[in-house]
């Protein structure tokens, strides 16, 4: 079975500075899906960014970029010119290409983000 | 469209009663997904839907709890008899099962509050 782990469970940043949020996975499938979920204070799930496994160059979206190494089973997330905004819950999650289509989620780490 | 609807919002009973969780998938979405999120553990999948039919529920704590989902714009997530260790916030999902890389639309979530 996939699993999924976040190794910080609270990590800080001030405005404007850069974070990085760790997430290590463990899989024996080559072809599967990752994401990087925030959920606010709100409770609502928002999709921040999303990688093909087969996919070597790393997603970006504005200022959230991934660092995808597959052979280290390694995914961290890169918040540049942290925002208030940003601060919230973020999790890891993977998804099988051809087995289980549900999402594995790793515990989360919370982020704030200091003025 | 209005997204993946879920009700309550918040529910608030004593231990005993029986508690009943709605959810009505985004239109067109075939696979259904009900996730329980806890502080201690995290976001963790109770059971999902495809096509109506259950897959996995797996991850179903015990008896008490039971799923269905009579059509295809409708489940329920069923706790009989509910227990304050069921106090969480219950999610559900939505997707596509031949477009694995998008993500999972969740609802807003029902906040579970057993007494």
């Known amino acids: 079975a996939q699993t999924v782990t976040q190794s910080q469970p609270e990590m800080s940043v001030q405005e404007a500075e850069t974070v990085t949020l760790s997430c290590t996975y463990d899989t024996s499938e080559s072809d ?84 | 469209d209005a997204g993946v609807i879920q009700s309550p919002r918040h529910e608030v009973t004593e231990m005993g009663q029986e508690v009943t969780l709605r959810c009505k998938p985004i239109s067109g979405h075939n696979s259904l997904f009900w996730y329980r999120q806890t502080m201690m553990r995290g976001l963790e999948l109770l059971i999902y839907f495809n096509n109506n039919v259950p897959i996995d529920d797996s991850g179903m704590p015990e008896d008490r709890f039971s799923a269905k989902m009579p059509n295809a714009s409708f489940s329920t997530l069923k706790i009989q008899p509910s227990e304050p260790r069921d106090s969480a916030v219950y999610f559900c999902a939505s997707s596509l099962t031949r477009v694995r890389s998008e993500k999972l639309f969740f609802g807003s979530g029902t906040q579970l509050s057993v007494l």
Do not use: H
């Open chain 1, 32 to 115: 599967y899906y990752l994401f990087w979920y925030k959920q606010p204070p709100s409770r609502q799930m928002i999709l921040v960014i999303r990688q093909e496994a087969y996919k070597q160059q790393n997603a970006t979206e504005n200022r959230f970029s991934v660092n995808f190494q597959k052979a280290a089973k390694s995914f961290s997330l890169k918040i540049s010119d942290s925002q208030l905004g940003d601060a919230a819950m973020y999790f890891c999650a993977y998804r099988s290409e051809r087995g289980s289509e549900k999402l594995v989620f790793g515990k989360g780490t919370k982020l704030t983000v200091n003025p």
